[in-house]
């Protein structure tokens, strides 16, 4: 979850420095 709701995280953290998360519409 983020600051803007929730969010699936399309990445794992670490892969590339940070996390990449898709906004659930």
Not at 1 to 24: F, I, K, M, Y
């Amino acid at each position: 979850e983020t600051t803007e709701g929730q969010a699936r995280v399309t990445s794992r953290p670490g892969q590339t420095g940070q996390v990449n998360a898709v906004l659930l519409e």
